[in-house]
């Protein structure tokens, strides 16, 4: 480095390597965003499957979060590579298209981008290896929908949705209690699904957790708990056949917009304010018992002349509720949020059959519980678990058996998992290969063998031997001409996943399988890296 002026005696500092900087072009360009993709999807790859290991990640602020669910661990890492936020951006989109499957996403597309590297070294043109990835992808996707299975469900039957749920969370920390799991997660969704529209909305399943109890203790409430318990400690603490008033308006005096002062100098003068503010409080609880309210759930609080009025006339309230939980109340009660008590009307009342205080451990935490509601289209999953963390993992999982019994309403295909559709779409595409006389057909078989690659990850985080367990199956496949065959992972003894019950739902291994070609034909097709400095 040197220092020098310019013209108007500024001075700058000349850097004297700068001319021995190159910019990655080219080949060089392409290996290296190969190499950062490669990079992530290894980070991913020992959370592959139902032994796979799970991360524990720290935020800058000392959070700790351990997950294995791959959008969650790729959302919290600090990248800043721009090629490893494509991966990223990737695991995203499958989780919000899909919900599940999120960390096979990038390890396949990590398999494919290998497999890429080795092509580009025999010199075969990026473009060609590209082109060569959606034909394989185009005929994977159709061997797919040929080996796919539809089974029927209904409310009565619903174990095909339970196994395939039971199969997602195999992979998480909660799988010692997959079974209760995934039959709450079922339960849930076909309480607010469509049947008729093959249509769930998702938003109205709540799920709560508070530290405590056990992981069993989890449960499927038929309305909404809230956080919060009566305002005043002799309220009743259970109430049958509640009328609920939901309101966004304080239980208090108007108050004027301007500034204001009001000089008191005599006893009566203080009495005569008094008697008018208590004839406000007793205006707008009459107000409400009038209409039939046996309970009010308020947005906003009241002060302890409000609460003891309240309590005296045998009104039960509860205050400090949020905008959300107010609406989620509106919706499972079938009452309206009322804003002003000129408004209240008793049809405008939410009903609900039963609602109660419920007390937890030696703590001094408590819960509302309504339940039995007019429209039993919002439910609530209450999550218990040893510590935070725990809970916030098992979020995370019901969030993902949520979306696998989603898909399967909306389109009930299934593929059997451990595997079993990666390695017959391998065949199928290796087999296909022959039949394209240009050199895309190298291509073609690349993909297969990064298809394998998953199964083969399958196998190294079980603890079995990859490449013998691999060929072990793929052969039993071509043998008997079937492709239920896939990894033993759970040691069962045997190999068939249709025998275990391992399902996967078809749209999320189809979308796995686009969305990982799209991001890798984009990678490959880069061949210059340009920062701000180069400008």
């Given at each position: 480095?040197?220092?020098?002026?310019?013209?108007?005696?500024?001075?700058?500092?000349?850097?004297?390597?700068?001319?021995?900087k190159?910019r990655?072009?080219?080949i060089?360009?392409?290996?290296?965003?190969?190499?950062?993709?490669?990079?992530v999807?290894?980070i991913?790859?020992?959370?592959?499957?139902?032994?796979?290991?799970?991360?524990?990640?720290?935020?800058?602020?000392?959070?700790?979060?351990?997950?294995?669910?791959?959008?969650t661990?790729?959302?919290?890492?600090?990248?800043?590579n721009q090629?490893?936020?494509?991966?990223?951006e990737?695991?995203?989109?499958?989780?919000?298209?899909?919900?599940?499957?999120?960390?096979?996403v990038?390890?396949?597309?990590?398999?494919?981008?290998?497999?890429?590297?080795?092509?580009?070294?025999?010199?075969?043109?990026?473009?060609?290896i590209?082109?060569?990835?959606?034909?394989?992808?185009?005929?994977?996707?159709?061997?797919?929908?040929?080996?796919?299975?539809?089974?029927?469900f209904?409310?009565?039957?619903?174990?095909?949705?339970?196994q395939?749920c039971?199969?997602?969370?195999?992979?998480?920390?909660?799988?010692?209690?997959?079974?209760?799991?995934?039959?709450?997660?079922?339960?849930?969704?076909?309480?607010?699904?469509?049947?008729?529209?093959?249509?769930?909305?998702?938003?109205?399943?709540?799920?709560?957790?508070?530290?405590?109890?056990?992981?069993?203790d989890?449960?499927?409430?038929?309305?909404?708990?809230?956080?919060?318990?009566?305002?005043?400690?002799?309220m009743?603490k259970?109430?049958?056949?509640?009328?609920?008033?939901?309101?966004?308006c304080?239980?208090?005096?108007?108050?004027?917009?301007?500034?204001?002062?009001?000089?008191?100098?005599t006893?009566?003068?203080?009495q005569?304010?008094?008697?008018?503010?208590?004839?406000?409080?007793?205006?707008?609880?009459?107000?409400?018992?009038?209409?039939?309210?046996?309970?009010?759930?308020?947005?906003?609080?009241?002060?302890?002349e409000?609460?003891?009025?309240?309590?005296?006339?045998?009104?039960?309230?509860?205050?400090?509720?949020?905008?959300?939980?107010?609406?989620?109340?509106?919706?499972?009660?079938?009452?309206?949020?009322?804003?002003?008590f000129?408004?209240?009307?008793?049809?405008k009342?939410?009903?609900?059959?039963?609602?109660?205080?419920?007390?937890?451990?030696?703590?001094?935490?408590?819960?509302?519980y309504?339940?039995?509601?007019?429209?039993?289209r919002?439910?609530?999953?209450?999550?218990?678990?040893?510590?935070?963390?725990?809970?916030?993992?098992?979020?995370?999982?019901?969030?993902?058996?949520?979306?696998?019994?989603?898909?399967?309403?909306?389109?009930?295909?299934?593929?059997?998992?451990?595997?079993?559709?990666e390695?017959?779409?391998?065949?199928?595409?290796?087999?296909?290969?022959?039949?394209?006389?240009?050199?895309?057909?190298?291509?073609?078989?690349?993909?297969?063998?990064?298809?394998?690659?998953?199964?083969?990850a399958?196998?190294?985080?079980?603890?079995?031997?990859?490449?013998?367990?691999?060929?072990?199956?793929?052969?039993?496949?071509?043998?008997?001409?079937?492709?239920?065959?896939?990894i033993?992972?759970?040691?069962?003894?045997?190999?068939?996943?249709?025998?275990?019950?391992?399902?996967?739902?078809?749209?999320g291994?189809?979308?796995?399988i686009?969305?990982?070609?799209?991001?890798?034909?984009?990678?490959?097709?880069?061949?210059?890296?340009?920062?701000?400095?180069?400008?």
């Amino acid at each position: 480095m040197a220092l020098a002026f310019d013209e108007y005696g500024r001075p700058f500092i000349i850097v004297k390597e700068q001319e021995q900087k190159t910019r990655l072009r080219g080949i060089e360009a392409q290996k290296a965003n190969i190499s950062a993709g490669k990079a992530v999807a290894r980070i991913l790859r020992t959370s592959l499957g139902p032994k796979g290991m799970d991360k524990m990640l720290q935020s800058p602020d000392g959070d700790v979060t351990i997950t294995n669910d791959g959008a969650t661990i790729l959302e919290q890492m600090d990248v800043d590579n721009q090629i490893a936020k494509l991966m990223v951006e990737l695991s995203r989109s499958q989780d919000y298209e899909i919900g599940d499957g999120t960390t096979g996403v990038v390890v396949m597309a990590g398999a494919l981008l290998e497999q890429a590297e080795r092509l580009l070294e025999r010199g075969i043109h990026p473009i060609r290896i590209a082109e060569g990835y959606e034909m394989a992808s185009r005929i994977a996707v159709e061997h797919l929908d040929h080996i796919a299975q539809k089974f029927d469900f209904g409310p009565t039957n619903i174990e095909p949705l339970v196994q395939t749920c039971m199969t997602t969370l195999s992979s998480k920390i909660v799988n010692r209690c997959k079974r209760p799991l995934a039959e709450i997660a079922v339960k849930a969704v076909l309480s607010v699904a469509d049947l008729e529209r093959k249509d769930v909305n998702l938003d109205l399943i709540k799920v709560e957790g508070k530290v405590g109890g056990k992981l069993e203790d989890t449960e499927l409430v038929y309305g909404i708990t809230v956080d919060k318990d009566m305002s005043h400690p002799q309220m009743p603490k259970k109430i049958e056949d509640a009328k609920i008033a939901i309101l966004t308006c304080p239980f208090e005096p108007p108050k004027p917009k301007t500034k204001h002062k009001v000089d008191i100098d005599t006893v009566e003068k203080f009495q005569t304010l008094r008697q008018q503010e208590q004839k406000y409080f007793d205006d707008m609880v009459q107000k409400c018992k009038d209409v039939g309210a046996t309970l009010v759930i308020c947005q906003w609080g009241f002060d302890d002349e409000a609460n003891h009025l309240l309590m005296h006339r045998n009104l039960p309230a509860v205050r400090w509720v949020g905008g959300v939980e107010l609406e989620l109340i509106a919706i499972a009660t079938g009452g309206r949020i009322v804003p002003r008590f000129q408004e209240l009307t008793p049809e405008k009342l939410g009903r609900a059959g039963l609602v109660r205080e419920k007390s937890f451990g030696t703590t001094k935490d408590k819960m509302l519980y309504i339940e039995h509601c007019a429209n039993s289209r919002a439910v609530t999953i209450f999550i218990r678990g040893g510590n935070k963390m725990m809970i916030e993992e098992t979020k995370r999982s019901i969030h993902d058996a949520l979306c696998v019994a989603r898909n399967l309403i909306r389109n009930n295909s299934i593929v059997y998992g451990g595997g079993s559709a990666e390695i017959s779409c391998s065949i199928a595409v290796e087999a296909a290969a022959d039949k394209y006389p240009g050199v895309e057909q190298y291509a073609i078989r690349a993909f297969a063998d990064a298809l394998d690659s998953v199964s083969i990850a399958l196998a190294e985080n079980s603890g079995l031997q990859p490449i013998e367990t691999l060929s072990a199956v793929k052969s039993q496949q071509i043998k008997e001409n079937n492709p239920h065959f896939g990894i033993d992972c759970n040691d069962v003894g045997t190999n068939d996943m249709r025998e275990q019950n391992v399902f996967e739902t078809l749209i999320g291994k189809q979308q796995q399988i686009l969305l990982a070609t799209q991001v890798v034909k984009m990678i490959l097709k880069i061949d210059d890296v340009i920062s701000p400095s180069d400008y």
